[in-house]
């Protein structure tokens, strides 16, 4: 399939900037793929660096990789401003893990939120002291999830809806929150990370 895109690509490659255009990674999807996507003859590192070299293991926050769990974040803490809640020691949910999750979890955690709970495609865990987020990062790195970090409570998956935080992030996959997860939600503040992680009808809830 990435074969078949990158022909496409390449045959209208007339129509866009080799180093503007520059599609979106998503789910799993890793930055060897998107070399399918260079014009040929190009190097995928040199690209790579272009595109990310601003994240790196010591700036886990920063770069393309990161801007959309940054913006994830931004809209968080304005929308707390807005509410007059304060951030130092306010409890945030997150569900998904991966580069929105993951980023927006680590920059609200920076400014003394407690991320308390998260949850992933294969479980989640629970601390109400809060989770070591960078820690978490580094054990979901060699895991492949956040199941079974040390030092937090296993926590279902479909629990996540229903605890009680100021902010709660759903980063994971579309239609999570529905007619029937939305009256569960306690949060103040649901900042969207997915796309479109809300069904319509779960709106009317929400409100």
């Known amino acids: 399939m990435f074969k078949v895109v990158a022909s496409m690509r390449r045959r209208s490659s007339h129509l866009t900037a080799n180093h503007a255009d520059v599609g979106k990674r998503d789910r799993g999807a890793i930055f060897v793929e998107f070399a399918f996507l260079l014009p040929k003859g190009e190097d995928w590192k040199v690209r790579f660096a272009d595109w990310h070299n601003c994240r790196t293991p010591d700036h886990p926050t920063g770069g393309r990789v990161a801007a959309t769990g940054r913006?994830?974040?931004?809209?968080?803490?304005?929308?707390?401003?807005?509410?007059?809640?304060?951030?130092?020691?306010?409890?945030v949910a997150v569900q998904g893990f991966g580069n929105v999750g993951s980023v927006s979890a680590a920059l609200i955690a920076q400014l003394g939120a407690k991320v308390v709970a998260v949850t992933d495609w294969k479980g989640g865990v629970y601390n109400a002291k809060g989770l070591d987020v960078p820690a978490l990062i580094e054990w979901t790195a060699q895991h492949k999830t956040v199941a079974g970090f040390p030092g937090a409570e296993p926590l279902a998956a479909d629990k996540i809806f229903g605890l009680d935080?100021?902010?709660?992030?759903?980063?994971?996959?579309?239609?999570?929150?529905?007619?029937?997860?939305?009256?569960?939600?306690?949060a103040k503040i649901v900042a969207e990370g997915a796309n479109g992680p809300t069904t319509p009808d779960a709106h009317q809830s929400l409100y």
């Open 165 to 186: 935080v100021d902010i709660f992030v759903p980063a994971a996959l579309e239609n999570q929150i529905t007619d029937v997860t939305a009256p569960q939600i306690k």
């Open 71 to 91: 913006g994830v974040f931004v809209v968080g803490r304005e929308a707390m401003r807005r509410l007059n809640i304060d951030m130092e020691g306010a409890r």
